[in-house]
Nanobody, 123 residues
Framework: QVQLVESGGGSVQAGGSLRLSCATY????????MGWFRQAPGKQREGVAS???????TYADSVQGRFTISRDNAKNTLYLQMNSLTPEDTGIYYC?????????????????WGQGTQVTVSS
């Protein structure tokens, strides 16, 4: 069993930065994929970034070059560093984890999900 707890969300002006954290409780070393997803009001959930056990990362085109996903195995924590934020980045951000060895980005059926953290970017 794995429990995910996000933190670090908040309100920021356009051009600012935030770092999201996802603390993982449980079998962290058994996790193959971890990902960040977001959902804006009235829109479907979308994948933002993913990282696998080999630290291979993939990003959505909309955040490439601005966001960085990373994981600290010593702290059992996943991060999302978000720079040059725009109002289009506003939404609830979720972290997710899965044990299955597979392509991590573009899939939405992750087994474990956090409760989400709100990110609001004002212009």
């Amino acid at each position: 069993q794995v429990q995910l707890v996000e933190s670090g969300g908040g309100s920021v002006q356009a051009g600012g930065s935030l770092r999201l954290s996802c603390a993982t409780y449980g079998y962290f070393y058994s996790i193959y994929c971890m990902g960040w997803f977001r959902q804006a009001p009235g829109k479907q959930r979308e994948g933002v970034a993913s990282i696998n056990v080999g630290d291979n990362t993939t990003y959505a085109d909309s955040v490439q070059g601005r966001f960085t996903i990373s994981r600290d195995n010593a702290k059992n924590t996943l991060y999302l560093q978000m720079n040059s934020l725009t109002p289009e980045d506003t939404g609830i951000y979720y972290c997710a984890a899965d044990f299955r060895p597979r392509v991590c980005f573009g899939l939405y059926d992750y087994v474990y999900w956090g409760q989400g953290t709100q990110v609001t970017v004002s212009s």
